[in-house]
């Protein structure tokens, strides 16, 4: 598995990921969209931490920069 997410990329799935939990442990959202949007947050930490999401590589999406040597 190939890295194809840079850090700009994963910075603002944590980001998001974190609104989401804020919002939901504040009440503002609940029931279905609760479920729906905890789903994709944990998506996004999961991606994130992996550095690698399965919805760019069909695309050839890659916002990975290696580093020169």
């Excluded at 949007?37 to 920069?65: D, E, M, Q, R, W």
């Amino acid at each position: 598995m190939k890295k194809n997410m840079g850090t700009a990329d994963k910075s603002i799935r944590i980001g998001i990921a974190v609104v989401i939990a804020v919002l939901y442990f504040t009440n503002v959202i609940s029931g279905t969209w609760a479920i729906g949007l905890g789903i994709l947050a944990i998506a996004f930490v999961l991606t994130s931490f992996v550095s690698f999401c399965p919805l760019y590589f069909p695309f050839g999406i890659n916002t990975f920069k290696k580093k020169k040597q």
